[in-house]
């Protein structure tokens, strides 16, 4: 019971932390409407003389790209960012104190943002950009049940990817190179820009083997209803299965870490 | 005392605003500025190769998706895939350009009105505009430049296209002027701090209404399409200018608007900048 009480007060501060930003927020808002805005034009010039591509029709690429920078919202967050200032700065040192598992600490006031995310962004871009461009509803007979489950699960193996690239920080000051290149991989080959069965098959083949895919295409997947009932649940099973080998890689990647931290000052 | 004498000849030309003399002398300043700040980037060579490679990396996403994208597309409603890639390298090489030589502009929320640091500006006697532009340079942000050149000469060779010196001095002009609307449009924004405590995320906002500048306008309604010409002109930072190149006959008017499009923006956001300055209230301490 303490332990639960512990996790989430991380959680209400990293809520709480948000609501002093509003205004950027609602900036934050505008950007994601833009960006939705440029994907559904250029998508609707691609389509133009398509049927499908990819095995994606007009319809499903608009839902596609609704619902998967909505869900970007939610499955975003700082964790690399915060632990590498946090070295940077020395304030690790108080972080360091708390007898608490570092890096479920860092999860779990990072879902805290998530939820607050989900409440001021991802639910606000659902509701406004359904009222201006088309999106359909989560089909087949899972995907209003599953693709909640499966975003959630993509928050944390987004976080655990975040979490060993920050640890990077503890290795080296110019950590910002390895934050970008993280950002790159998530960005291009979770899917969430562009569906993964538009790159070559080799890319795609290597992919399979990568937890990328399983923070966006998966989930998007279940909730347009394009995989059949056995492929939802291996496909939420891998999700699974990807965050815990990453959660054990965090652990064994901070017991070499936290040997090479010098603070600074004092 | 040297430093006494140099103060007093800025003022002095100032006051007198012999034009020639202070452009002269604004000109040696900047060189000294420039070789200042190179010589301060050597100095930190790690921080300018992680910086260089940070910006490579967000490069390179949007040049994946482009590039995936058109793999499965050749065409888009009329465009060439090579097209498409040429007016998306135009974009980045005068954004980049902007982001290299005025990024400094960005800061001036954060960095300059909330820290205060904007009064010791304001102190001396130069022009603030100056000031702020050549206060740091950010030479890492060049890989968007790169990029960018590296997506135009991949689409002229796949083009087949050959240019001669002169188009290659137009092109240069023509980037060059499209920079000139970036900075113009992010000086108006930024300047807009001086009156509204904002803290730069409009400035975000400007940035994603940007990527509309990648891609030829024809893909966009009319209504977007007039926004991106007439009131936030992103459409002459690519789209027009590249239009030498890509020769479609329609938009030939709208290539040569392009320097004018960007003489006009800039003045106007100089008399915003000025006016800006003068509401300006310290923050104190």
Not at chain 1, 54 to 61: C, S
Not at chain 1, 173 to 188: A, Y
Not at chain 1, 229 to 257: C, D, E, F, N, T
Request: aromatic fraction near 18%.
């Amino acid at each position: 019971m303490g332990r639960l009480a512990k996790y989430w007060a991380f959680m209400r501060m990293g809520y709480l932390t948000y609501l002093a930003y509003r205004f950027q927020v609602l900036m934050n808002f505008v950007s994601y409407l833009l960006i939705i805005a440029l994907n559904y034009f250029l998508w609707k010039a691609v389509y133009s003389g398509h049927r499908e591509i990819a095995g994606f029709t007009m319809e499903q690429m608009m839902t596609y790209v609704v619902i998967g920078w909505s869900a970007r919202t939610f499955f975003a967050n700082r964790i690399d960012r915060m632990i590498g200032d946090a070295v940077r700065d020395g304030s690790i040192a108080m972080d360091l104190l708390k007898p608490t598992n570092f890096q479920l600490y860092h999860y779990f006031r990072a879902f805290g943002r998530a939820v607050f995310m989900f409440l001021f962004m991802t639910l606000p871009i659902i509701v406004v950009a359904s009222l201006i461009f088309p999106v359909s509803l989560p089909s087949g007979k899972l995907g209003p049940y599953l693709f909640p489950l499966s975003v959630i699960l993509s928050f944390f193996l987004h976080a655990g990817i975040s979490y060993l690239t920050g640890l990077v920080a503890f290795f080296t000051r110019n950590n910002e190179g390895v934050l970008r290149f993280k950002q790159l991989l998530v960005e291009v080959f979770s899917g969430v820009m562009i569906p993964i069965t538009f790159f070559p098959d080799w890319v795609q083949n290597a992919l399979f083997w990568l937890p990328f895919k399983y923070i966006a295409y998966a989930p998007l997947r279940i909730y347009l209803g394009m995989e059949p009932l056995s492929k939802v649940h291996q496909g939420v099973l891998l999700q699974i299965m990807w965050i815990v080998i990453i959660y054990l890689a965090g652990q064994v990647l901070w017991h070499y870490a936290i040997r090479r931290l010098e603070i600074q000052g004092g | 005392m040297p430093s006494a004498d140099w103060r007093y000849r800025a003022g002095d030309n100032q006051k007198k605003g012999h034009a020639i003399k202070r452009l002269i002398f604004y000109i040696n300043l900047l060189r000294a500025y420039l070789s200042n700040s190179i010589k301060s980037r050597l100095a930190y060579r790690e921080d300018f190769l992680s910086g260089f490679v940070a910006g490579l990396m967000m490069q390179l996403i949007g040049v994946l998706f482009v590039f995936s994208l058109f793999v499965r597309v050749p065409h888009l409603m009329g465009w060439h895939r090579e097209e498409i890639f040429f007016i998306f390298g135009f974009s980045q090489v005068s954004l980049g350009l902007f982001f290299t030589f005025f990024s400094n502009l960005l800061e001036l929320s954060d960095k300059y009105i909330i820290e205060g640091n904007f009064d010791r500006i304001l102190l001396r006697p130069l022009d603030s505009f100056f000031q702020l532009v050549t206060e740091r340079i950010y030479w890492e942000e060049s890989s968007t430049i790169i990029v960018g050149l590296s997506m135009m000469s991949y689409a002229l060779s796949r083009l087949g296209l050959a240019l001669g010196p002169a188009e290659y001095l137009s092109l240069a002009g023509l980037v060059l002027s499209a920079c000139a609307i970036y900075l113009a449009i992010f000086t108006i924004l930024v300047s807009l701090t001086f009156w509204f405590n904002d803290r730069g995320s409009v400035v975000s906002v400007m940035l994603m209404l940007e990527g509309f500048s990648r891609y030829p306008v024809t893909i966009y309604n009319r209504t977007v399409r007039l926004v991106l010409t007439f009131i936030i002109p992103y459409a002459f930072t690519a789209f027009f200018p590249s239009m030498l190149i890509l020769g479609r006959e329609s938009y030939r008017l709208y290539v040569w608007l392009t320097p004018a499009v960007a003489a006009v923006s800039l003045m106007a956001a100089l008399a915003v900048w000025r006016a800006g300055t003068r509401a300006y209230q310290s923050t104190g301490s």
